[in-house]
């Protein structure tokens, strides 16, 4: 599969079954279809079975190969001397394994053998067969020469490959990260619409009681007049409460991407997880450190550089004069018939010995030393910037961890709020009752009441979008959301 989400199923199992006119919304679910059926992250989760083949393909360098010649030829010419022959049937065959080495050298192992015939008068066998087994060895000496030298192409494969490991999990570290933020947003938005609905209602209440109390004499008709503007007012941020929890609602539609559930769907999303607010005591050196191990971001830099240590080992290797040592050993075999000329080879008592050392020493070596030192540059670089980089992810951090201790105060201070507004508004409500404040006073203790409420609720789901943006800073989201991911492997059908 593409990936496991450790949590319960999806709410909509088939994709094809008709959207219901609300549907309830549990985190996970949002979570799960929006890493399903995001476009981007399907792209990268393919991104590390392509770096696999490609270390598969530096790796396949090192892989024998073997080689065969077959020739044949017949000549019929004039010749001046009886010591030829003027005409010449000749066939010669060879097999062998090249074996490349990781040592730089080339290992050949071969077997050829010859058949002559000719009507040279002189010739002792008629026809002739030559047979040759022969085993050589091309080793580089300083340039190319070593293993680490020749296995850097596979290394930097390597790298590479998780280098995109890591930037696929960054992929989807950020579509988490983006579907928690706007799932909470999406519980904002329809909590602050019931306070409206709650705050219309008490208003209409009002209304109400301002009209019975306007027909018994007791208050004047200005009362009446300004609980109808109360309700005008409440009606208005109705509408703008329920604008606004349309946009949350098509921004998590877009974000999950699930068919049947396209942003244009009427269907009414209702978040069924509960902010849950537990003071956490978060330790600032702990996360810090938690951080530099689990950023993906550093995490490609340490690779990166541990590839700029095997370039500049490579660039070094490449810029040293080229020395190859040759190395031949071959059993000859003679006869006419085949087979006595493969039991004379096997018989060892014709061999030959081939020494050979090549030299190759550039007068000057501008270019390689000039790589050298471009690649130790560029290495310099790179502790710069994770230097650099490693102090902006200590700022991401303390500055979440500050953001979720004031979000927590927030809803200290928003829930105290709360009470002391919906006793003061209970309280106006006693005071019009007995006839001691006018409509005004009522309306203006509802609407901060209503404040109150909204505050308390934006402090709520901020505190749970902070404790995303604390898990996202550290590194530590996919562990806190429970996901694992594998990548895809396309199939050729595919």
Known sequence: SEMCIRDRP?????????????????LEDARAMALRN??????????????????????????????????????????????????????SAD???????????????????????????????????????????????????????????????????????ARTKLEIINVLA?????????????????????????????????????????????????????????????????NDLRDRQREIKRAMNRAGLDMNTSTILIPATEPVPVLYELDPNSLVAQAKDNRMELLELEVQLAQDISTIDYLTNQALPQATFDYTYNLNGLGGTRRDAYDLMFDNRFSDHRFGLQLLVPLGNQAAESR?????????????????????????????????????????????????DGRLYEAEKRQFSL????????????????????AEILALTEYQIALVDLAYSTGTLLGKARIHWDPITPTESQ
Request: no cysteine; net charge neutral.
């Open 10 to 26: 999806l709410a909509l199992d088939d994709p094809n079954e008709e959207p219901p006119a609300e549907l309830e919304l549990a």
């Open 38 to 91: 995001n476009l981007d992250v399907k792209v990268a989760l393919m991104n590390p079975a392509i770096a696999d083949q490609r270390v598969s393909e530096e790796e396949a360098r090192f892989e024998a190969a073997m080689f065969s010649n077959i020739r044949y030829s017949k000549t019929d010419t004039p010749t001046s001397s009886l010591l030829s022959g003027s005409s010449v049937d000749a066939s």
């Open 95 to 165: 097999l062998g394994v090249r074996v490349p080495l990781r040592t730089g050298g080339t290992l050949t192992f071969d077997v050829a053998e010859s058949r002559v015939k000719t009507n040279n008068i002189f010739s002792t066998l008629n026809p002739a067969y030559d047979t040759d087994a022969s085993i050589s060895l091309s080793q580089p000496l300083l340039r190319g020469a070593g293993v680490r030298a020749n296995t850097h192409a596979i290394r930097i494969a390597s790298y590479n490959r998780q280098i995109t490991d």
């Open 178 to 242: 983006a579907a928690d933020r706007l799932y909470w947003r999406l519980y904002a938005a329809r909590r602050q619409l019931e306070v409206r609905k709650q705050q219309y209602d008490l208003a209409q209440a009002q209304l109400e009681q301002a009209v019975r109390f306007v027909d018994s004499g007791r208050r004047s008709q200005i009362e009446v007049v300004r609980a109808e503007a109360g309700v005008a007012q409440r009606l208005e941020a109705i509408i703008t409460a329920e």
């Open 372 to 420: 050298v030192r471009q690649a130790w540059f560029t290495r310099r670089q790179r502790i710069a910037t994770r230097q650099s980089r490693e102090k902006l992810v200590e700022l991401e951090v303390l500055n979440a961890i500050d953001q979720v201790e004031a979000n927590w105060q927030r809803i200290l201070a928003g829930r105290q709020r709360t009470i002391l």
């Open 435 to 454: 006839g001691l404040n006018t409509t005004n006073d009522v309306l203006e203790a509802q609407t901060n009441y209503a404040d109150a409420q909204t």
